[in-house]
């Protein structure tokens, strides 16, 4: 058992656990065709299924019961403030699954020719809103009252020690909903994290149905005509939100430091993450060189990666594996298409490289643009 | 004798002078007394008469925006009970948070709050994840999906907001850390990138008492005027522009047709 | 006088007809009132643009509102004993919680280190098995001296002034300071020489 636990809490560092999630993610769900005769071939369409859907349940709320057996794992979870989370948590499994198998059952509808399961023929008539309607509103609502007064008399709203503003509780967190933004302030200038992302985030929700003008596919659910966006969506949402506030919220313990779902929150775990900007690590590190002192000329490995990323990238799709859809996008369209794809592609490859070889930032210009 | 009696109250009462003037229509009991009774309710009338089957099942909506607005109604309704507990300043703020537990009767008033605060923003999500995997912000419903962004960082917003108000650590290091991501705002923020343009010879116009953040809180750190600010900004000004928009977005969602479904 | 003001308008817009006649002929159109469309157009401009002036006027003015006049800050000054009192090599969180304050004693000077993390704000702690400030919020660290080596804090911490008044007894004042990144650190008031 002891075993098992420390394998768990070596796999779910977040190089090894975003990874292997980030490389799963692209056959559940699917984001091209390419993707998705492979999802077809390993079957993993049978997720959305009944059976599927029972045995995923299963699977995580299982793992979830079992886990609250380790002391270490039930102290965390069991904070009240971590009482919303986990209901995030089911209640994003539970409606993923259901939105899926419902987009599933749509599809092999739609490829018999057959009208998706939300149609009724016009000739039907209508469901009157009084009472149907009403009543369900009526009975949603007091259903969801006496959930919250049930909460609210078994659960006490937490409320820390009185403001100190000379201490930070250690680990000090943000309200649960920002701990992706907190998450992103440590690999990102604040101004970036705090600033321009949320901005990107609002903007490029807005930007949306702007950009993905595809006609079709409104009004019922379904997945194989809008893969590419319903992936890309799912993207941001599960591993760029979704697990960010899981690794925020459970596994962030004192000084900020990773902790494994079955470690104990050690005040004096020592970790050693002397960083390291790019510019050092290319020219003293591997070239053996000091740092030039023209910033330009420092920063110029960085600044050509980033030119690569969002510059060069882009344009070589759209001239290969995405010439058709280019050429149905045009141009405004398919460059913020890209710049917000390419963006939400970025975070991880810092992130990513920050787990692995404590890169500080790619282009350092201090007092400008840390990235 | 008795029975009859009884039945001729009520169809007095219901037949009633006041009764009409209230309620125009009668006891709906056939199919033109029900559109009737939608149509001629102010309270009602958010409503179209009659919908397609789907969008009266809870697999296609989940009742997620549903929920969120009731859970906005249940939220405005136990803020302003908490209003007439709680003094927004550094001496009473944290100790009117412990009374409201310790000295009000039954004392979940602000448990309430605080839960439907949480909910409100987990059924907000889902309701957008519904919106999006149904496709329903395509045409014509793009500009509906664009204030529902707005209403996403209202709700976000004021829980923000709500956050500092019971002055504890949670409440004070949460919005240091989100006020000084203003002071690194490009330009307008001491901190962030840019500031060094804005002077004038030696002096910045940008400084540690006039950015965005100083703005924000009144104040060079998280204190008294900070903790009167966010109590403003939570209890009255971001409520009045979430209900704006929520009505606006109630309206788009009848003019654009309807729930979304299949054509 | 509602007749001089007419009569200034007219003269005015009589200008603009015949600035306007000189270059395009078809512009001088004249509309029913004599006046011409293109004086008609300038004049909305005019108003259009004075229209805009005051509400950016006005949202100044709201905006400026936010920013009070007067701040209540606590005491920025306060006496923090002699040299003698600090060990070298020590931090002493003898001054945090009252006035935000580490005093490091490093090898040939005396500082006042201040304790708000470069990073956003937070409160670092002094680990002394490790020798060095850790922050809690995003995992920030810096040596005893203030410079930053862990974390997304963007620069050093800051050390405030601090200088020996006639009784030789260390003064701090949090009104003054020094940046790293600025090259201030030598500055003669960021120590107390030792
Ligand atoms: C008109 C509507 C509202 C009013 C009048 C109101 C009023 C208040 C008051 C007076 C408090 C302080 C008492 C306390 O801290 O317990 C508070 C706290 C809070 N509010 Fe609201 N509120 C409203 C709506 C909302 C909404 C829509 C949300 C979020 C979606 C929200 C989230 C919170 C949170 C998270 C707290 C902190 C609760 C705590 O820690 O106890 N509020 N509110
Ligand atoms: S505030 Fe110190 S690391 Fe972010």
Request: charged share 15%.
């Given at each position: 058992?002891?075993?098992?636990?420390?394998?768990?809490?070596?796999?779910?560092?977040?190089?090894?656990?975003?990874?292997?999630?980030a490389i799963a993610f692209f056959f559940v769900f699917p984001p091209t065709d390419r993707f998705q005769s492979w999802n077809r071939r390993l079957r993993l369409d049978w997720l959305w299924t009944v059976k599927g859907g029972i045995l995923l349940h299963a699977l995580v709320i299982g793992a979830f019961f079992l886990s609250t057996l380790d002391p270490n794992f039930r102290a965390i979870v069991t904070k009240p403030d971590n009482v919303p989370i986990a209901l995030l948590l089911f209640g994003t499994l539970f409606f993923l699954w259901l939105s899926m198998k419902?987009?599933?059952?749509?599809?092999?509808?739609?490829?018999?020719?057959?009208?998706?399961?939300?149609?009724?023929?016009?000739?039907?008539?209508?469901?009157?809103?009084?009472?149907?309607?009403?009543?369900?509103?009526?009975?949603?609502?007091?259903?969801?009252?006496?959930?919250?007064?049930?909460?609210?008399?078994?659960?006490?709203?937490?409320?820390?020690?009185?403001?100190?503003p000379t201490l930070s509780p250690n680990p000090a967190k943000a309200p649960w909903y920002f701990l992706g933004l907190q998450e992103m302030l440590v690999y990102f200038d604040p101004w970036l994290a705090g600033v321009v992302f949320p901005v990107i985030i609002i903007v490029g929700l807005m930007s949306l149905p702007y950009i993905d003008t595809e006609p079709g596919g409104?009004?019922?659910?379904?997945?194989?005509?809008?893969?590419?966006?319903?992936?890309?969506?799912?993207?941001?949402?599960?591993?760029?939100?979704?697990?960010?506030?899981?690794?925020?919220?459970?596994?962030?313990?004192?000084?900020?430091?990773?902790?494994?779902?079955?470690?104990?929150?050690?005040?004096?775990?020592?970790?050693?993450?002397?960083?390291?900007?790019?510019s050092s690590l290319i020219w003293v590190k591997l070239l053996n060189q000091p740092l030039p002192d023209n910033i330009i000329i420092r920063e110029m490995f960085g600044i050509a990666m980033l030119g690569f990323h969002f510059l060069v990238i882009p344009p070589l799709l759209a001239m290969t594996i995405l010439k058709k859809f280019y050429a149905r996008m045009g141009n405004v369209k398919y460059a913020v298409f890209m710049f917000l794809s390419m963006a939400a592609v970025s975070l991880p490859i810092k992130m990513f490289l920050r787990w692995t070889i404590n890169l500080k930032y790619v282009v350092a210009i201090p007092g400008w643009f840390n990235l | 004798m008795a029975e009859e009696e009884k039945k001729d109250f009520w169809a007095r009462f219901f037949g009633s002078y006041i009764w009409k003037s209230i309620f125009r229509v009668g006891i709906p009991r056939d199919r033109r007394g029900r559109l009737m009774q939608v149509l001629s309710n102010f309270f009602l009338h958010l409503h179209p008469v009659s919908l397609p089957k789907h969008a009266v099942k809870l697999k296609y909506t989940w009742c997620m925006g549903g929920l969120s607005f009731f859970l906005f109604i249940v939220l405005t309704f136990t803020g302003v009970l908490l209003m007439f507990y709680y003094r927004p300043t550094i001496e009473y703020a944290y100790n009117d948070v412990i009374d409201l537990r310790e000295t009000t009767p039954m004392g979940i008033m602000r448990e309430i709050h605080r839960w439907a605060a949480h909910l409100m923003v987990i059924a907000v999500w889902f309701h957008m994840f519904r919106v999006f995997m149904t496709g329903s912000y395509k045409a014509p419903r793009e500009f509906n999906w664009?204030?529902?962004?707005?209403?996403?960082?209202?709700?976000?917003?004021?829980?923000?907001?709500?956050?500092?108000?019971?002055?504890?650590?949670?409440?004070?290091?949460?919005?240091?850390?989100?006020?000084?991501?203003?002071?690194?705002?490009?330009?307008?923020?001491?901190?962030?990138?840019?500031?060094?343009?804005?002077?004038?010879?030696?002096?910045?116009?940008?400084?540690?008492?006039?950015?965005?953040?100083?703005?924000?809180?009144?104040?060079?750190?998280?204190?008294?005027?900070?903790?009167?600010?966010?109590?403003?900004?939570?209890?009255?000004?971001?409520?009045?522009?979430?209900?704006?928009?929520?009505?606006?977005?109630?309206?788009?969602?009848?003019?654009?047709?309807?729930?979304?479904?299949?054509? | 006088m509602a007749d001089s003001k007419q009569d200034q308008a007219d003269k005015l817009k009589a200008a603009g007809a015949g600035k306007a006649h000189g270059h395009v002929a078809k512009g001088h159109v004249a509309s029913g009132d004599g006046q011409t469309r293109r004086s008609f157009i300038s004049w909305v401009v005019v108003g259009w643009a004075a229209f805009?002036?005051?509400?950016?006027?006005?949202?100044?003015?709201?905006?400026?509102?936010?920013?009070?006049?007067?701040?209540?800050?606590?005491?920025?000054?306060?006496?923090?004993?002699?040299?003698?009192?600090?060990?070298?090599?020590?931090?002493?969180?003898?001054?945090?919680?009252?006035?935000?304050?580490?005093?490091?004693?490093?090898?040939?000077?005396?500082?006042?280190?201040?304790?708000?993390?470069?990073?956003?704000?937070?409160?670092?702690?002094?680990?002394?098995?490790?020798?060095k400030f850790k922050c809690p919020c995003h995992g920030s660290a810096f040596r005893m001296n203030g410079i930053n080596f862990e974390g997304p804090a963007p620069r050093p911490l800051e050390r405030h002034k601090i200088y020996l008044d006639d009784e030789g007894i260390m003064v701090v004042d949090k009104t003054v300071s020094f940046r790293q990144e600025r090259g201030q650190w030598d500055e003669p008031e960021s120590f107390v020489a030792v």
């Open positions: 058992m002891d075993t098992l636990k420390h394998v768990i809490n070596v796999l779910s560092a977040p190089q090894v656990s975003f990874l292997a999630a419902q987009a599933c059952d749509n599809d092999a509808r739609l490829a018999n020719d057959q009208k998706p399961n939300e149609y009724t023929d016009p000739s039907e008539s209508k469901i009157l809103v009084w009472p149907d309607l009403v009543y369900i509103e009526l009975i949603a609502g007091i259903l969801c009252m006496a959930a919250l007064i049930f909460w609210s008399i078994a659960l006490e709203a937490p409320l820390e020690e009185p403001a100190n409104s009004g019922y659910y379904s997945y194989s005509d809008r893969k590419l966006y319903v992936s890309l969506f799912m993207f941001g949402w599960l591993l760029l939100w979704v697990y960010l506030i899981i690794v925020g919220a459970f596994m962030r313990g004192p000084n900020w430091n990773f902790f494994g779902p079955y470690e104990r929150w050690d005040l004096h775990k020592v970790v050693a993450l002397t960083n390291i900007n790019l | 664009c204030i529902g962004v707005v209403l996403l960082t209202f709700t976000l917003l004021l829980s923000f907001t709500g956050y500092l108000l019971p002055w504890d650590q949670l409440a004070i290091w949460a919005i240091t850390v989100g006020s000084n991501m203003a002071a690194a705002t490009p330009f307008v923020g001491q901190e962030g990138p840019g500031v060094a343009l804005l002077s004038i010879g030696n002096v910045n116009l940008i400084g540690r008492t006039s950015d965005a953040r100083f703005l924000l809180l009144g104040d060079t750190s998280i204190g008294a005027g900070a903790l009167l600010r966010f109590y403003v900004f939570h209890c009255v000004f971001f409520p009045l522009i979430a209900v704006f928009f929520m009505v606006v977005h109630f309206w788009r969602v009848r003019k654009d047709g309807g729930i979304s479904g299949p054509v | 805009a002036a005051c509400m950016g006027g006005l949202a100044t003015i709201t905006m400026r509102f936010f920013a009070p006049n007067v701040l209540y800050e606590p005491q920025q000054t306060f006496r923090a004993g002699a040299v003698s009192e600090y060990a070298p090599g020590e931090v002493s969180t003898r001054w945090k919680s009252k006035f935000g304050i580490w005093i490091v004693r490093l090898d040939d000077r005396v500082v006042a280190l201040s304790t708000i993390c470069t990073h956003l704000g937070c409160t670092p702690n002094w680990l002394a098995s490790e020798q």
